[in-house]
């Protein structure tokens, strides 16, 4: 009796150390890997007290440790793993043992892959996305509207606040977004942002390695990829790698002393992106657009930092690994130091040769623009690895051109001028084309609510070269300005919660207006998504007459011919001019009206401000 209450006593003590001890190692990031990466090398971050003064080591068949860092913080110690082609998934211990202490142990995870990850196919022109600000979009768990921890609450009655928008709600709606012919869903970041107020954006991450509890799990995540995929829906994350929350769990223990970008006093970005290749720029300029803070509430991380973009690189590929994700978007891309974004891009592209990132790219001209995207001819020899960027330049053109009347650089000859210097990007189909995201105001508050002028304008972005881009509610003629403030701006959907006044979702709870533009975009993108001719052909136009924009597309299979008439009154084109594209074709019958036109006459009337779509005969 009494040798087993010793033995009991010993068993506790020695539990309750060892527990004791484990408790200095707070975090290990990534959490888990997997095995057959294309590249073998690992870095963990390890975070505990002191415990860059331990010593580190392992015994698992095909893995090794090459090394460890140690930063001027003694409570992190960088550990680099080489794990071999062929090693076996499991888990290992990672001892860590200091001289007359106790070793500390942590179990670390191999995984297998899932079959064929590498080859992973991302988004491209064959798509259409549409961007889910989750917080707006719909509520399917009420239980986690407010979350013990979290420190914005639920307050749906305040445009800044938390609505209650998750993860369950994008589930829930799946299937309506596969009818409309959506193919790929992008959500602005769904990872934790604990900031104390204006959170719902999720654009200040306080943990790079959790999904905000108030839209869900990380598990939640990766279930909405599954049944995404199940309905030919990728899903692209949104990541963010410029900068953080200032409630990030690292700002009260930075890694190292240059983590961030430190000044004796609060620095704003000057958020002249333009300073990059200016030739004439001063370094205090240069330096004050890339490591000023974006805003007081997002520090600015110094990319510079080896160890800091390797943790984005590592931080990313493990959520498509994770997710099965079938993209990736950077937000704010050119406030980032470029040289290490270059690493970063081209890091995870030879992890994922077929994937595609698409960073965010706002400047106005695409001189500016055409710098960022791979392989761009650039003056300094610069080449950013990014494959695809978001063409500002042709959205800026598209929120005007529909507005406006035949000018010598007014109306539709603004969307002709901008894609007049495609020639400055090596990949034009690989451009990211909008009329409306997030940040700007809705395009039906642009168009003064004209349903004519949504169809022309939704025509050409469907249709033009590129990787079209809806935001949510574009289909129901949503509207919201920049100017009312973003919270106001960014509506939630309505029928997205319980209780609503109608359910948008439904044809019930649209009204016959909502319904035309739903339709109408229902029946454009589902014939889109079987023409590759509109992915990939080759893109011919004709300078604007008359309010009169004409372009073909064209490949060995089909050609289509677009014509987007601005005019208020009826038109007869004469066809004689579009001789180079047309050729022996003789007729043509509209994708959406189903009506023919025969091109006999010469000619063909066009109704008042309307568009046709003809697939030539």
């Not at 007359?100 to 996305?129: F, N, Q």
């Not at 986690?144 to 209650?164: C, F, I, Q, T, W």
Request: with cysteine; glycine share 6%.
């Amino acid at each position: 009796m009494k040798a087993s209450l010793i033995s009991l006593l010993m068993v506790s003590f020695f539990s309750m150390n060892s527990f004791a001890e484990k408790l200095k190692i707070e975090r290990v990031e990534p959490m888990f890997w997997w095995v057959d990466m294309k590249n073998p090398n690992l870095q963990l971050l390890v975070h505990g007290e002191n415990v860059s003064k331990y010593d580190v080591s392992m015994n698992y068949q095909g893995v090794t440790i090459e090394g460890t860092i140690k930063t001027d913080n003694p409570n992190y110690l960088f550990v680099n793993l080489l794990i071999k082609k062929g090693t076996k998934a499991g888990r290992f211990d990672l001892v860590f043992s200091e001289k007359s202490k106790k070793k500390v142990s942590y179990t670390y995870e191999l995984r297998e892959r899932k079959e064929d990850s590498a080859s992973r196919k991302g988004y491209d022109a064959s798509d259409v996305v549409y961007l889910i600000m989750p917080d707006r979009f719909a509520n399917g768990d009420p239980s986690n509207d407010s979350v013990k921890g979290m420190k914005d609450k639920l307050d749906r009655e305040n445009p800044n606040g938390r609505h209650g928008g998750d993860i369950q709600g994008i589930i829930d709606h799946l299937d309506y977004l596969q009818e409309l012919g959506i193919t790929a869903i992008w959500n602005t970041p769904l990872m934790e942002d604990n900031q104390p107020k204006i959170s719902y954006h999720t654009y200040a991450i306080s943990d790079y390695y959790k999904i905000d509890a108030r839209f869900g799990s990380k598990e939640d995540y990766a279930r909405l990829s599954a049944e995404a995929k199940k309905r030919g829906i990728k899903i692209i994350m949104d990541v963010v790698t410029n900068h953080c929350a200032s409630a990030h769990w690292w700002m009260n223990d930075l890694p190292s002393s240059d983590w961030v970008h430190v000044f004796t006093e609060y620095t704003q970005s000057n958020h002249r992106k333009s300073t990059t290749n200016d030739p004439y720029v001063s370094k205090g300029d240069y330096e004050k657009n890339f490591d000023g803070w974006f805003a007081r509430s997002m520090p600015d991380l110094n990319q510079k930092n080896d160890l800091l973009i390797n943790y984005f690189i590592q931080n990313t590929i493990w959520w498509i690994e994770y997710a099965d994700l079938g993209g990736i978007r950077v937000d704010t891309y050119p406030y980032n130091d470029k040289d290490a974004m270059a690493v970063y891009s081209g890091s995870i592209m030879e992890e994922y040769p077929n994937l595609n990132i698409v960073g965010e790219t706002w400047l106005s001209t695409p001189a500016e623009i055409a710098y960022w995207q791979k392989d761009a001819v650039n003056h300094d020899g610069y080449n950013s690895n990014l494959p695809c960027v978001m063409d500002f330049s042709l959205f800026e053109a598209m929120t005007k051109a529909f507005n406006e009347k035949e000018g010598w650089d007014t109306g539709l000859i603004r969307l002709y001028n901008s894609l007049a210097f495609d020639y400055l990007y090596p990949h034009t189909d690989n451009l990211f084309i909008f009329a409306e995201n997030h940040d700007t105001d809705h395009i039906m508050s642009v168009l003064g609510g004209n349903i004519q002028k949504y169809k022309n304008l939704m025509t050409f972005l469907l249709t033009t070269r590129g990787i079209p881009q809806l935001y949510v509610g574009t289909e129901i003629l949503l509207e919201g300005k920049k100017s009312d403030g973003d919270g106001e701006m960014r509506v939630d959907f309505p029928g997205g919660w319980e209780g609503d006044a109608r359910n948008a979702f439904t044809a019930e709870g649209r009204s016959s207006k909502e319904n035309k533009a739903f339709n109408y975009l229902k029946k454009l993108l589902n014939w889109r998504k079987e023409n590759p001719v509109i992915h990939t052909g080759k893109l011919m136009h004709y300078v604007p007459e008359n309010d009169t924009y004409v372009y073909f597309r064209s490949n060995l299979e089909k050609t289509v011919m677009v014509v987007i008439n601005q005019n208020e009154k009826a038109q007869d084109l004469d066809l004689k001019r579009f001789s180079e594209c047309l050729g022996a074709f003789t007729s043509g019958k509209d994708v959406i009206s189903g009506k023919k036109f025969d091109f006999s006459k010469g000619s063909i009337s066009l109704a008042p401000n309307t568009s046709v779509i003809l697939e030539l005969k």
